[in-house]
Structure formats: C-alpha cells, structure tokens
C-alpha cells in the first residue's frame, strides 16, 4: 500500500464504469450504498488468485453498452416473441474482448476457472450413460458471459450472500425516520 493509504482508501475493487471502463475503486466507494457480497462458496485459494488477476487484467477495457442493450432485449419481453426465440434475436454483445459490463466480467472472470454461477445443467440418459460408460448424474454447461446479471449471483446457489449490514449488528430502533424528525422539531419550536 501507498503512503497513508488503508485498506478502505486503496483501490481494492474493480469495476466496469459505463464512463470509464474497467478501472479499480476504494472500498470506501461504496460506504453509503445497500451492498451485498457474493462469496463464492469453496473457491481455492489458487482459483481465487487467477479470478482476481482475470478482472485486474481487465483495468483499462471499455464499457460495453452494446451488451447492455442486447441484455435489455433479452430480458424485457418487447418485441412480443417466445422466450425461447429470444436468445437468438441477441449479438451477444459488442463481440470486442476490450469491453465489459460488470456482471460479464465476473461472470467470464469466474467462468475462467469454471466456477459455476447458473449453469444449464442437463441430466444424462441412462443410454447415454451406458454409451459413455460412466455414471454422470448431471452434465453443466457454462452459459454464455454476456447473459448474466447482477441479479444472477444472488440466486447462485454457489456463492453465499452476506450482507454487511446484518453482519455489523443493525439495529433497526438506530435509524432516524422523517415523521420523527418532524415531531422533534416541531416540539422544539
């Protein structure tokens, strides 16, 4: 660390600016925001190394909007077509490895050491089974990057959810609502 720099000041995040690009923020960015953290659950400590150094080697890369408009048809039900029609009617983003959206680069990030978010899993026949001659309960597949959202790891039954205003002990009876304010200030005049 820098001189006078701590752990909440140093740039220890990294994120895909829709102004900036990929670039790296304080910790402390995100003091006043409702934030949740996504711990991937057994990850390996080497695996933890390599997804880092993926989204570090991504400083630098610009926004991909295209992504996020191909992420907006996808996701809205306009134009009125089958859902499953939908996947097909996308670019799947700009197709420019120097651009990113957040969630895409966790997800390419994670996906590089095949860490699973919400893989399509497919259950094996039993002739395919005996075909193969192995025993394989379930076969996942890795969906493409740019279909994630923010949302995806939060339902990712492989990362855990902390939420670090529970963890700090909240206190609900602490918080200072506008009706009370009102009735205080209104006692002192």
């Avoid at 933890?48 to 630098?60: D, H, L």
């Avoid at 992504?67 to 996947?87: E, I, Q």
Wanted: glycine share 4%; aromatic share 8%; net charge positive.
């Amino acid at each position: 660390m820098g001189q006078g720099l701590d752990a909440e000041s140093s740039p220890t995040l990294v994120e895909a600016d829709i102004t900036k690009g990929v670039i790296t923020l304080p910790l402390s960015r995100y003091e006043h925001f409702s934030t949740r953290i996504c711990r991937p659950i057994n990850l390996s400590k080497t695996d933890c190394e390599r997804v880092i150094n993926y989204a570090v080697s991504r400083i630098g890369h610009s926004y991909d909007l295209k992504n996020v408009f191909d992420l907006a048809r996808y996701l809205l039900p306009t134009p009125p077509v089958p859902s499953f029609m939908r996947r097909r009617m996308l670019a799947l983003g700009s197709g420019d490895p120097t651009r990113a959206i957040c969630s895409t680069l966790i997800a390419q990030a994670f996906q590089s050491v095949h860490y699973p978010i919400l893989p399509i899993i497919e259950k094996p026949s039993l002739k395919e089974q005996i075909e193969s001659d192995t025993r394989v309960n379930e076969i996942h597949h890795i969906r493409h990057h740019s279909l994630f959202t923010p949302c995806d790891f939060d339902l990712s039954p492989y990362f855990q959810v902390i939420k670090p205003t529970q963890e700090l002990g909240f206190d609900y009876k602490a918080l200072t609502w506008n009706d009370q304010l009102k009735k205080k200030i209104q006692l002192l005049s």
